[in-house]
């Protein structure tokens, strides 16, 4: 096929495209138009059925709650891919931990980034443990709040040396904790069926709304959400790590790396 | 519509541009980050807090992240 063939053929398809999306542009509602009846039905049960003042929480948690169950063992399923994909082969050795492997030459962090870094770790852990515990009253809540608290270890490296976060915590704990948060909400959702009669039906003390203890099982989900997404990307980081850091592929370099 | 989100809507597009034009992935990986940080303003314009701090967080932090540790991975290993 001759470039102009190709070019032809590109700009009828293209046309074609065209008059199809602008078509569909058409028949959508306009910009900021208030939407489907089903987010005004929301809105206006969430707080009187759920005692949930963030309508997003109401549906992830509850009303679409499997959805998220499903969304949660993806997430799962790609950490142990990635966990997998990245352990060590066989063609590949631990070197030394720090940077001063041979053949590599690694610029050191500068101390503005390790005392910036250090002074982070803190308020960002109690950020990411405010953003999961708040999930059913504010936007956030597990997902989110258990990112946060996954950038919160990365600070910790970013502040010392590879090493140190290393020693901070085994990776059979942190695979613990991950495990922990997917099976709790399973457990949680179990639950519900043997007392609401549907799986992930809401249980326990519905409280006053706007209370931190409020909404029933919804905080218990927030937590177990949280527990599993945080862990799992320290896991990711882990991995990531141990393959730039420590493994090298032998025979070691003989010559220099174009770092 | 109002100024914050037209304004946002424009400087999305420009980082997307700019993420695409910029041939170095080291240089895509921080720009990808600015892009991640930008869609998360114009999400929290048209009043989705919740999807805007999910994007920031995946799309500030840890897809540019993931990206910075690959590319020191491949980097670091050419012999």
Known sequence: ???????????????????????????????????????????????????????????????????????????????????????????????????????????????????????????TILFGLYIVAHGHLTPGGGFQGGVVLATGVLLVYLAGEYTHLHGLYPDTVVEGIELGGASAFVVIGLIG??????????????????????AGNVPLLNVSVGAEIGAGFVLLLSAFLRQTIVLRRHPPANASGSA | MNVLLGTALILVAAAGTVVVVLRDPLRQALAVSMF??????????????????????????ALPLMILLALAKIRGGVQ
């Open chain 1, 1 to 123: 096929m001759t470039r102009r063939t190709r070019l032809r053929l590109f700009l009828v398809s293209a046309a074609v495209l065209a008059v199809v999306v602008l078509a569909g542009f058409g028949e959508l509602p306009a910009f900021g138009h208030p939407g489907a009846t089903f987010g005004a039905v929301l809105n206006a049960l969430s707080v009187p059925q759920r005692h949930i003042t963030d309508v997003v929480t109401a549906v992830n948690f509850t009303y679409r709650g499997v959805d998220t169950l499903a969304e949660e063992f993806i997430f799962f399923a790609a950490v142990t891919a990635v966990v997998l994909l990245l352990a060590p082969g066989d063609d590949e050795h631990a070197d030394h931990a720090s940077d001063a492997a041979t053949g590599r030459w690694v610029p050191q962090t500068s101390d503005a980034v390790r005392v910036l870094a250090l002074a982070l770790v803190g308020p």
């Open chain 1, 193 to 214: 069926l043997a007392v609401g009669g549907t799986f992930l039906a809401t249980w326990g003390p519905l409280g006053q709304v706007g209370q931190l203890n409020s």
């Open chain 2, 36 to 61: 991640g940080i930008l869609l998360g303003i114009v999400f929290f314009a048209v009043q989705a807090p919740d999807v805007a701090l999910s994007e920031i967080v995946v799309g500030a932090v």
